[in-house]
């Protein structure tokens, strides 16, 4: 099985602040790779596909990159409704998710 | 606007089966655009991807679920379906079913809001 590796697990940060969460992948997975947003209670919602194209009505302040089996997802300048948990996503052999990470205040 | 609405027992009792069932609102499950997929996030852990179906009745699956899995659709109602086998506690999660483009079938661009499913005696 592919294995994803994300980090930092948990991150602190300011409203305002630029913030990037990083995705290790154990093995090349192609370019449909995808980051989730997800809120306490609510279902993920998908933020940006195919390494760094931006679903349909996310703000500019998000977005990725790939480096190799790296991908990272950004956030320019931190916003209050920003604050949740970030999942990676990608597609080889079958759909796996990594752990995530939890942005708080 | 695809909409989607998960249903189904919250408690389920070891070694039985759990069945899921989504409704979907704002496309017909007969459409090519989309596969239609099921989810679960057990608490605390990252989603879990457990299978789709396309409107032929083409399923895939995931490997470590695929034995005890299977996956239907009922296009009278515009639903689809889940059953899952001998079910034990590391079932237990919030079940998602969720949309996605065929042309991008392994992203998941519309969710329901989960159901709650407890494996427990």
């Known amino acids: 099985d592919i294995q994803l590796t994300q980090s930092p697990p948990f991150l602190s940060a300011s409203v305002g602040d630029r913030v990037t969460i990083t995705c290790r992948a154990s093995?090349?997975?192609?370019?449909?790779f995808a980051w989730y947003q997800q809120k306490p209670g609510k279902a993920p919602k998908l933020l940006i596909y195919s390494v760094s194209t931006l679903q349909t009505g996310v703000p500019s302040r998000f977005s990725g990159r790939r480096s190799g089996t790296e991908f990272t997802l950004t956030i320019s300048s931190l916003q209050p409704e920003d604050f949740a948990t970030y999942y990676c996503?990608?597609?080889?052999?079958?759909?796996?998710f990594g752990p995530g990470t939890k942005v708080e205040i | 606007q695809v909409q989607l609405q998960e249903s189904g027992p919250g408690l389920v009792k070891p070694s039985q089966a759990l069945s899921l069932t989504c409704t979907v609102s704002g496309a017909s499950i007969s459409t090519p655009t989309y596969y239609w997929n099921w989810l679960r996030q057990p608490a605390g852990q990252g989603p879990e991807w457990i299978g789709r179906?396309?409107?032929?009745?083409?399923?895939d699956y995931n490997p470590s679920l695929k034995s005890r899995l299977t996956l239907s659709l009922d296009q009278s109602k515009n639903q689809f379906s889940l059953k899952l086998n001998s079910v034990t506690a590391a079932d237990s999660a919030v079940y998602y079913c969720?949309?996605?483009?065929?042309?991008?079938?392994?992203?998941?661009?519309?969710w329901g809001q989960g159901t709650q499913v407890a494996v427990s005696s």
């Open positions: 093995q090349d997975i192609g370019s449909y």
């Open positions: 996503q990608q597609p080889k052999n079958y759909p796996t």
């Open positions: 179906i396309y409107t032929n009745a083409h399923t």
């Open positions: 969720a949309a996605s483009y065929v042309y991008r079938r392994d992203n998941f661009d519309y």
